[in-house]
């Protein structure tokens, strides 16, 4: 089975003391990930350090920076780079979140070259996708999403995607309490598979996960991730709760042994 992932986004929340004891809370569940499940803590820059220690001796936990510059160094003040994020033993970058594209104007080529810059540092992206309300009632979302892939991924080998993670984020969706339902994602899930099948191959396709992001909670999770093109989650708000992000955790796809 493809990795099947349940990655937090704590977004621009929690102070550090906070942050660690959401982490030392979730950490006690001793919620034991089979191999094909991941579990991802986007954390704010400062806490990377922390939490990564926090995590490092568990299996298939893992730490992610929320963005990185889309320039190698220099004068960027108050700018972060794909090597610094590595030299701080950052796992995942998320590149291109909804909120970073409306309000700090990312554009499709400031995210391609974040992914390039990922790929050179040896981190994973997880880049985000996804429609706002308007083009999702215009039904435009299907070419609106193909066309986010296309700019800021179409560049890149049938290696480096491999095993690569996209989350389908509608924006409606985010923050909102109002989710897409499980019908919603899987057909989007599998528009994003089949545009990247026709552009690249089926194999390839076939390894991305693509996690479903937008009001992801304890009781909703199970039912969106039993879709079948639906590889786990990127979470906000459920995230901060360690009871409710072990629950979603348990709602990944298992192998049964
Ligand atoms: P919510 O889960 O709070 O809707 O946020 C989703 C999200 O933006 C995750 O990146």
Redesign the pocket.
């Given at each position: 089975m493809r990795k099947q992932i349940a990655?937090a986004?704590w977004?621009m929340n929690l102070t550090i003391e906070q942050g660690i004891k959401l982490t030392d809370d979730l950490l006690s569940e001793n919620i034991e990930l089979q191999d094909h499940q991941e579990v991802i803590f986007?954390v704010p820059f400062p806490y990377l350090i922390s939490i990564k220690e926090k995590i490092k001796s568990y299996k298939n936990y893992f730490v992610a920076a929320q963005n990185c510059y889309f320039q190698k160094a220099g004068a960027y003040t108050g700018e972060v780079s794909a090597e610094m994020l590595t030299s701080v033993a950052t796992d995942y970058v998320?590149i291109g979140?909804?909120?970073r594209r409306e309000y700090f104007n990312e554009n499709h080529q400031m995210l391609a070259e974040k992914i390039n810059l990922c790929f050179e540092n040896d981190l994973k992206p997880i880049f985000?996708c996804g429609e706002p309300l308007s083009i999702r009632e215009a039904n435009e979302q299907n070419g609106y999403v193909e066309n986010q892939l296309k700019e800021s991924l179409f560049h890149l080998t049938d290696k480096q995607l491999t095993g690569f993670v996209i989350?389908y984020?509608p924006i409606w969706?985010?923050?909102?309490?109002k989710?897409a339902s499980s019908a919603q994602a899987q057909e989007m899930h599998a528009h994003i598979r089949n545009v990247m099948a026709a552009k690249y191959n089926n194999e390839v396709a076939e390894s991305i996960s693509i996690l479903y992001?937008?009001?992801?909670?304890a009781n909703n999770a199970k039912e969106i991730f039993g879709e079948k093109d639906v590889d786990g989650?990127?979470?906000?708000?459920?995230?901060l709760n360690a009871a409710e992000f072990a629950t979603i955790i348990k709602s990944l796809k298992t192998i049964s042994r």
């Amino acid at each position: 089975m493809r990795k099947q992932i349940a990655a937090a986004n704590w977004k621009m929340n929690l102070t550090i003391e906070q942050g660690i004891k959401l982490t030392d809370d979730l950490l006690s569940e001793n919620i034991e990930l089979q191999d094909h499940q991941e579990v991802i803590f986007g954390v704010p820059f400062p806490y990377l350090i922390s939490i990564k220690e926090k995590i490092k001796s568990y299996k298939n936990y893992f730490v992610a920076a929320q963005n990185c510059y889309f320039q190698k160094a220099g004068a960027y003040t108050g700018e972060v780079s794909a090597e610094m994020l590595t030299s701080v033993a950052t796992d995942y970058v998320i590149i291109g979140h909804s909120e970073r594209r409306e309000y700090f104007n990312e554009n499709h080529q400031m995210l391609a070259e974040k992914i390039n810059l990922c790929f050179e540092n040896d981190l994973k992206p997880i880049f985000c996708c996804g429609e706002p309300l308007s083009i999702r009632e215009a039904n435009e979302q299907n070419g609106y999403v193909e066309n986010q892939l296309k700019e800021s991924l179409f560049h890149l080998t049938d290696k480096q995607l491999t095993g690569f993670v996209i989350a389908y984020e509608p924006i409606w969706a985010i923050g909102t309490g109002k989710t897409a339902s499980s019908a919603q994602a899987q057909e989007m899930h599998a528009h994003i598979r089949n545009v990247m099948a026709a552009k690249y191959n089926n194999e390839v396709a076939e390894s991305i996960s693509i996690l479903y992001g937008g009001s992801v909670k304890a009781n909703n999770a199970k039912e969106i991730f039993g879709e079948k093109d639906v590889d786990g989650g990127l979470v906000g708000g459920a995230s901060l709760n360690a009871a409710e992000f072990a629950t979603i955790i348990k709602s990944l796809k298992t192998i049964s042994r």
